[in-house]
Each structure stands twice: as C-alpha cells, then as structure tokens.
C-alpha cells in the first residue's frame, strides 16, 4: 500500500479546514452554500466551461456575499489585462489560474492568486512549490488530458509530497462521500469542490452542500 501523505506543518495547516466551492452560475446557490457555511466561492471565466459566468453574471453574485467570503475569479491562460479588467468590474479576492500560465504570468495582472496544478506520476509538486512561490495557496487537482480542470475525477492523494510550504488546496472528485476522508489522510489548508455538490453542471445542490460541509466538519473536531 502506497505511503500516505504526512501531516503539513503548522503553518499551511488550520485548525479549521477551509472550504471553497466552484463553478457558481446563480445568486441563490451562492448564498444557500455561504449559510451551509462554506469560506469561498469560485466563479469560472473559461467561455468552454458550462459553468462559466459573464462578469456581469459575476458580479451580480459577488454583490450578494456577506463579509468574509472570499471571491476567487477562475481563468485558464487568460491574458493578464482580461484578469484584471475581470477583477476590478466583480471586486474579486482572488485569481486561480488553471492553465499553463507561468509564474510571471500569474504575477502580471498585480491580484492575489492561486495556482492549480493537474496532478500525474512524474510532477514535481515540490519544484512547482518553489516557481510558484508568490501563490497564496497551490490547488491540487486530477489531470486529465484536453480538461483543465472540473472533471470530477479524483487523483492518487499518495502523489502529494512531504514538505510543500504553501496552503494545499485540494480537488477533484471530491464529494459528501470521500470529502471526510481526504480531509483526515491529505490534511488539507483547504478542499475544493465543484461537481461534486451539484444536481446539473453549474446548478448547485443544497442539500449535498450541507453534506459536503458536514464532512469536513466532522473531520476537524
């Protein structure tokens, strides 16, 4: 059996584990995931994407967040004036990057962000730890080829190197029905989730929200 990952240090380690929630196309998804009790929302700007908003769209949701849920604007190899005109017309935290955009090119647009890797054997987690060291926090995803993220799929948590020094964020395939247990064996700053609470691509379930929160929740008493 292949080794599990070790606990992260203090310092990318909470106490509380974080919970994002990707892929808003509604208002009212948004705010029944914030009273669930989730931290962030994710609005995606990669037109391929069936969960990918207008920045009006976007900004209609952002206005409704109460105080202290985070924004984090999605984009795929975007040019670094579409992220920031992005940010600036929404009012978002945060960028996440999902391309194969380099660190300078996530520094360009000047907005905080976080830089999703797709995870495979032969990545070198550690190496990406240091190019992006800027990031506020590194995504962990599935890879899957021609999909930059979204998939639903989940990748082999075993990949996930000790001594990585930014927050790990971790993704795919995630659900009510795994999200406790990659919270006790990865013990992740934070878990992403997208498909995984849904009832149609784009259109969140409530209900699988709770469990999802539920589940993480369970995990960190």
């Not at 009273?35 to 037109?47: H, N």
């Not at 998939?151 to 000790?162: A, E, K, V």
Request: aromatic letters at 6%; hydrophobic letters at 40%.
């Amino acid at each position: 059996m292949a080794a599990e990952p070790a606990t992260p240090s203090p310092l990318t380690r909470p106490a509380r584990t974080r919970i994002k929630v990707c892929g808003f196309t509604r208002v009212e998804d948004a705010l029944a995931a914030v009273e669930a009790g989730i931290d962030a929302i994710g609005l995606v700007f990669y037109p391929p994407s069936p969960r990918h908003v207008t920045p009006e769209q976007a900004a209609d949701i952002v206005r409704a967040l109460p105080a202290f849920v985070t924004s984090v604007a999605l984009f795929v190899d975007a040019e670094p004036d579409v992220v920031r005109a992005t940010c600036d017309v929404v009012g978002f935290d945060l960028a996440q990057y999902h391309g194969d955009e380099t660190p300078q090119q996530c520094t360009a647009a000047g907005i905080p962000f976080i830089k999703a890797l797709r995870v495979r054997p032969g990545l070198d987690l550690l190496h990406c730890d240091d190019r992006f060291c800027e990031a506020r926090g590194l995504l962990l995803d599935a890879f899957q080829a021609g999909a930059p993220g979204g998939t639903g799929h989940r990748f082999d948590w075993s990949l996930i190197p000790d001594g990585l020094t930014l927050p790990l964020i971790l993704s795919g395939g995630l659900g009510p029905d795994n999200v406790g247990e990659a919270v006790r064996r990865v013990r992740p700053y934070a878990v992403d989730v997208s498909s995984g609470v849904e009832r149609e691509k784009g259109i969140k379930c409530a209900d699988l929200v709770r469990q999802f929160v539920k589940g993480v929740r369970n995990e960190d008493v």
